[in-house]
């Protein structure tokens, strides 16, 4: 009935707004930029295919039974008592064979898919460890000439057409990794290490998101994703195995002084300075990097003295305490942080 | 045994004197009558949808645009959370219970359920899980979760406080109120059916219920094991879920799945059962493939238990059980294929008759189609390691939730709203509050799909511009709060209908089945004779009357009991009269249950009370069976 025309006008009318909306996306599966996210956008779109004919038979059978029933309105209401139904039945039987052919052919679809993600596994990868945190991301890349550990946070470079593996873990509740342009998401769990395949094929910036609720500020576990050509992916590493650079002018010098004998250093670690905290992200090189909060702010000086004044303000329960500094202080603080590339 | 010139007699006024509750308050907290208990169920039921609808437009309004700062992460988490918890613990599965506590008896031609204290006695407890979740919400103290809290969490070191213990007792208060509902029911279909109907002749929605109820017995154990677990590691630091002591918090993720998935269908059957209902009676024909339909219902019901494992893709599983489960979810797909093809069918050979009830058929099969197609590509295991938990998984389960259950609950409402009250809804404002619900559902939730594979997680209280993702959240919004807005046309027909409507009669709408037979409302006996069943569709083919059996006495409650199989009489039972002792055995536990949130030694000392009131319960002082005369008599 009409009911059924409209639902099916207005699926046509959304198709291609679903493209439209895909294909600039940053953090969309169906703009794939890795091969993992590509392959399954390849099956994504079989599903839809298969799926999408399945319910346009779905609704031609039901529109014309109805409008049968329609044009048939009004004849008598007596009810029939089992009427003989043979081509009923024999349509019945072909449509659960049409079923088992489209299901077969996603789970078979399925399968293959699952196996070429699988494949990476192989190969040669970089490995990068990544830990969940209420509500950041510690990201650690193993250092290729000392074979330690690269300390940096809410920030993922990953070298182009290059394998990385990252160890996903976590050290309080379930989060979920997620580079949608990129890869499937995988759950980072307490006690477990999961491994992940990333593959990019596209350079770029892209964004990854937590997906598995993990308290107050779920929403704002973001983290920002730069895809490097393989030559900028090494300098980048390089860049960031060195330690803080010194501050450039008085100001950040009177910032550094700031930093290190407040509060800051608790949590925060400055490599390079006598900040050596651990429970929040490392800020080494923290100027270098897009967003601040796991995508909570945009980088700049104002969100960095914004963030230390008022941080529950602007994410309600996260960890970071409200710190108190005199304005001339939080400008220090800023120049000092924003210098940090 | 047949005398075809006997005249049945006269209905004893002793029947109705026999089957009286008492008048006032007392006979309200003793009733064991199963239709005052439903409908106690459905109007709790109602009350709890608006709530926590109204709790969705809420969170829709946070989302309208981005940046929202109405409400903050907390407030938002809260209701989410409230919102989930109240709609599949204390509406979905309910509701579903109370329709078949209403309907099996009337459909079997019974007077009463096999155990009418135990239907009393799940609706207070069940009463008492909705409090446990909404009186310390309207103290400020909220689960704040989600409907599932997945340790560590919800564990002692991440969420102090009783939040977390009130989301895990209520699910033990629902799930033991269910599984009394459950066990009744099965018995009642096992047991009480009319002479003569056979298996083969079980009407589908009591199929329907039997197999609900047979899963409900499976499934619930798991979550009441998972959830006291939670609630022990919080209170006595038993550490199953605690990885630094050696337990793992992914045991949970499969307990709770494991009755988490066959939960759905749970929900989805008995609205299967109302489906097949209603287009039997509105395509004037017997359902084709009934045969057909009621093994889909069972191949469904036993698919359940084997692909929970499709929740939980995306935590790092052996990629050979990812496959596996992936096959078994689309397995699901015939069972469910079969179902809609023989509805079509029924229509397409039937000469269908467009009143509300059959509508929201109809806008079943539109919207439940699309959720099951994104359920079939939710089910492969790469592809759902995309999807799941983004918007895209909220449309998924809204659609099979709302469209696959919720409107053929209204298509049943609609149905037999007449039978119950004795009178009709308004088509005029049924239909208009049909359109609205629909159309603002998908236009409301539709839009979700396409926000899900725009990169949207779920539970996310707010989002920035850059995004994207505004515009498609404000139009879900508006169709949101034009479904809740023709949902609450809906319940005011219903009230309106109630002092108005048009006199129904007893069959208003040429049923076949035996609720038909009697007035509308059903007298608190519901049947003057026990019916005697010779096909599906008794009503259709005994055309000038019901056989009806003789023999049961009229001057106390009793019951037949028959065969399984065949369901040949064996014996009268005595049905139990009214009763104080459900009602306080249910008090007993519920200071039980929320007692031993705060110490372990609730259940030592809970305990007391609860054997009291059970002992009073079952003091035995009930007359043995009785097996005298049963005649059967035609017409």
């Not at chain 2, 407030?75 to 979905?92: D, I, P, R």
């Amino acid at each position: 009935m009409d009911g059924a025309g409209a639902m099916n006008r207005c699926l046509l009318a959304l198709l291609p707004m679903l493209t439209l909306g895909g294909c600039g996306g940053f953090q969309s599966p169906i703009a794939p930029a890795g091969e993992q996210a590509s392959s399954i956008n390849s099956l994504f779109w079989l599903t839809i295919a298969v799926c999408g004919f399945m319910y346009l038979l779905v609704l031609g059978a039901l529109g014309l039974s109805l409008w049968r029933a329609w044009r048939r309105r009004g004849e008598t209401a007596e009810p029939s008592i089992n009427p003989a139904d043979h081509g009923l039945s024999r349509t019945l039987v072909f449509w659960c064979g049409l079923i088992l052919i489209g299901l077969t052919t996603l789970i078979v679809g399925s399968f293959l898919v699952d196996r070429t993600i699988a494949q990476a596994r192989a190969r040669d990868a970089l490995e990068v460890r990544v830990t969940g945190h209420q509500w950041w991301w510690r990201i650690q890349y193993r250092d290729p000439a000392t074979g330690g550990w690269i300390e940096t946070a809410n920030e993922l470079h990953l070298p182009l057409g290059r394998t990385t593996r990252v160890s996903l873990g976590s050290a309080d509740v379930i989060h979920s990794f997620w580079v949608p342009n990129i890869a499937q998401k995988l759950d980072l769990i307490p006690g477990r290490i999961n491994l992940l395949d990333l593959t990019p094929t596209r350079a770029g910036w892209f964004r990854g998101q937590c997906a598995e609720f993990c308290g107050a500020q779920h929403a704002h576990m973001a983290f920002d994703v730069k895809v490097d050509t393989p030559q900028e992916f090494d300098g980048w590493l390089a860049a960031q195995a060195r330690p803080a650079s010194a501050p450039a002018d008085p100001a950040a010098s009177r910032g550094l002084a700031v930093v290190t004998g407040g509060q800051c250093a608790m949590c925060h670690a400055i490599r390079g300075t006598s900040a050596v905290g651990k429970a929040g992200p490392d800020l080494t090189h923290f100027g270098s990097r897009r967003s601040i909060a796991a995508g909570t702010l945009t980088m700049s000086r104002g969100a960095i003295q914004g963030w230390i004044a008022q941080p529950q303000a602007l994410k309600p329960g996260t960890m970071m305490p409200p710190v108190a500094l005199s304005p001339a202080d939080s400008d220090a603080a800023s120049r000092y942080l924003m210098g940090l590339r | 045994m047949i005398d075809p010139n006997a005249r049945p007699p006269a209905p004893p006024e002793q029947l109705a004197v026999s089957w009286r509750d008492a008048p006032g308050i007392w006979g309200f907290l003793t009733t064991v009558d199963h239709k005052r208990i439903a409908a106690r169920y459905i109007f709790t039921v109602v009350a709890l949808m608006f709530l926590a609808g109204m709790l969705a437009l809420d969170m829709r309004l946070q989302l309208a645009a981005p940046d929202m700062e109405r409400m903050t992460p907390q407030l938002y988490n809260e209701s989410f959370s409230l919102h989930g918890s109240t709609m599949l613990f204390l509406v979905s599965v309910p509701v579903m219970e109370a329709m078949g506590i209403w309907l099996v008896p009337l459909m079997l031609g019974q007077r009463a359920l096999a155990f009418p204290r135990l239907a009393a006695f799940s609706y207070w407890l069940y009463l008492g899980g909705v409090m446990m979740l909404w009186v310390p919400h309207a103290l400020g103290v909220t689960p704040d979760l989600g409907w599932f809290e997945y340790p560590p969490l919800s564990g002692p070191a991440y969420s102090p406080g009783h939040r977390a213990d009130i989301w895990a007792q209520m699910i033990t208060f629902t799930e033991v109120a269910a599984l009394a509902a459950s066990v009744n029911v099965v018995a009642t279909v096992l047991k009480m059916r009319p002479p003569g109907m056979t298996l083969a002749r079980i009407p589908i929605f009591v199929w329907a219920m039997f197999i609900a109820s047979l899963m409900t017995i499976f499934a619930l154990p798991a979550v009441m094991l998972v959830t006291s677990m939670l609630i022990a590691d919080r209170m006595v630091s038993t550490q199953f879920f605690a990885a630094a002591a050696g337990g793992d918090p992914v045991l949970f993720q499969h307990l709770f799945w494991w009755f988490g998935h066959p939960e759905v269908y749970i929900i989805f059957v008995p609205a299967a059962g109302f489906v097949s209902a209603i287009v039997e009676v509105f395509s004037r024909r017997t359902l084709f493939g009934h045969v057909a339909v009621v093994l889909s219902m069972l191949a469904i019901a036993a698919l359940a238990f084997g692909l929970w494992v499709h929740h939980m893709f995306a935590v790092g599983l052996p990629r050979l059980g990812n496959d596996f489960y992936t096959a078994a979810s689309m397995a699901v797909a015939l069972p469910a294929g079969v179902q809609i093809f023989c509805w079509i069918g029924t229509l397409f050979t039937g000469r269908p008759r467009f009143d509300t009830p059959l509508l929201w058929v109809v806008a079943f099969i539109v919207t439940f189609v699309i959720g099951g197609l994104s359920g079939v590509m939710a089910a492969s295991a790469p592809l759902d390691q995309q999807l799941t938990d983004t918007y895209f998984i909220v449309a998924h389960f809204h659609y099979v939730l709302i469209g696959g259950a919720m409107f053929p609950l209204f298509g049943a409402f609609a149905y037999w709203y007449p039978k119950a009250t004795g009178r009709m809804m308004s088509e005029f404002w049924g239909k208009l509050s049909f359109w609205l619900i629909v159309g603002g559902f998908n236009l409301g939730f539709f839009p979700m799909h396409i926000l899900g594979l725009e990169g949207m997680p779920r539970r996310i209280y707010t989002y920035s511009e850059g995004m994207g993702w505004g515009p498609l959240n404000m139009v879900a919004t508006i169709g949101s709060a034009i479904a809740v807005a023709g949902g609450l046309l809906f319940v005011a027909n219903a009230f309106w209908s109630f002092y108005r409507g048009k006199l129904a009669g007893s069959d208003p709408w040429g049923g076949s089945t035996l609720e038909w037979a009697v007035p509308s409302p059903p007298p608190q006996h519901n049947f003057d004779h026990m019916p005697v069943v010779d096909s599906l569709t008794p009503l259709w083919t005994q055309k000038d009357g019901l056989a009806v059996m003789t023999g049961l006495a009229v001057d106390r409650r009793e019951v037949l009991v028959t065969s399984v199989v065949e369901a040949e009489p064996e014996y009268r039972q005595k049905s139990p009269k009214p009763s104080i002792a459900p009602f306080f055995a249910a008090i007993a536990v519920t200071i039980l249950f929320v007692g031993s949130i705060y110490t372990p030694w609730a259940l030592v000392w809970g305990s007391v009370p609860v054997g009291i009131a059970l002992t009073v319960w079952f003091w035995p002082q009930r007359e043995r069976a009785h097996t005298g005369p049963l005649r059967v008599r035609s017409r």
